[in-house]
């Protein structure tokens, strides 16, 4: 399925947003991810179904002020 | 110590985490400000996660209170996720809430911070907001929920130091009782020290100390400056006049002719 992961398309085999962060090599507690401007939590990755272009954001920790 | 929301601390010194020259400087400037709170950011993380694992590590290693950050989002959805995201990965419900408003001078969208902050504190958020000097928004914000305030006193990364200490002197007379923390625009020791002088609570920096030719040894230069500054805030300055005043008294001076 073709997705728009942190602004870029990408084609992925992933049903849930816990198979896509895996399929990507997503791996860590510190990751935060939102879809289609919605936070997911954690614990909801495994259970949240993507759908086609669905906007995908995966964040991490950076530096700021 | 220093109330803000549910924490206390002793340090009046927040540092910010970006533009080091490398983790290791910035640790050690942590150590030497002897922060207590340091800001983060929230980015885009490239498959892996290995760059957001590695400044995850570190901050934690530092052993501080994380007050994570919006910087630069432009406007409230978008703040609005993003500190969502923030409590996700760091579980505080701290957020250091920027809405910027103008590319140039980074200032805030004070509108959008206030719709933001509204929605934030509604969510269970404490909310530090990065605004103005401006009354009638602080007092928006205190209405929204917030109970600190964080106005700038120049441009962010300005280094300009206080451009309108008279503001800043309003400002605090306007909310005795918030905790007030100077962020943005602070360059120097001694900006650091005028604002405590002022009666501040706090200063937030991060380019002053991260920019400095010896990060670590500016950031105590700073910690030092803000307990000067905080000490001579509670020992009442004496007020500017208009004449000379003689230091050395003159009864019992001598007459020579």
Known sequence: MTFIINGEEQEVAAATLADLLSALDYEGEWLATAVNGELVHREDRAGFTLGARDRIEILSPMQGG | ?257
Not at chain 2, 39 to 47: D, G, K, N, Q, Y
Not at chain 2, 88 to 114: C, S, Y
Not at chain 2, 196 to 209: I, R
């Open chain 2, 1 to 257: 110590m220093l109330k803000l929301y549910d924490k206390e601390v002793r340090s009046r010194l927040l540092l910010g985490t970006a533009r080091y020259p490398s983790p290791a400087i910035l640790a050690e400037a942590v150590r030497r400000a002897k922060a207590e709170i340091v800001t983060v950011s929230l980015r885009r993380e490239t498959a892996g996660g290995k760059a957001g694992g590695a400044f995850f590590e570190l901050i934690h290693a530092l052993g501080v209170h994380v007050l994570p950050n919006t910087a630069g989002c432009h406007s409230v959805q978008e703040a609005v996720l993003t500190a969502k995201m923030a409590r996700e990965v760091f579980r505080t419900d701290w957020i250091k809430l920027e809405v910027i408003g103008h590319h140039d001078t980074l200032q805030p969208d004070v509108f959008g911070l206030v719709e933001a902050a509204r929605i934030l504190t509604g969510e269970g958020f404490q909310v530090f907001p990065y605004t103005t000097d401006d009354l009638v928004v602080a007092e928006k914000l205190i209405e929204a929920g917030c109970r600190v305030l964080m106005p700038w006193c120049a441009p962010i990364g300005s280094a300009m130091g206080p451009v309108n200490p008279m503001a800043l002197r309003t400002f605090r007379a306007h909310f005795p009782d918030v905790p007030l923390i100077v962020d943005a625009g602070i360059g120097r020791p001694s900006h650091a020290a005028g604002v405590m002088e002022l009666g501040y609570d706090a200063v937030l920096l991060n380019t002053a100390v991260a920019g400095a030719g010896d990060p670590a040894a500016m950031a105590e230069a700073f910690a030092l400056a803000i307990d000067a500054g905080r000490l001579a805030h509670a020992a009442v300055p004496l007020e500017p006049r208009d004449m000379a005043v003689p230091s050395t008294p003159v009864i019992g001076k001598a007459v020579f002719s």
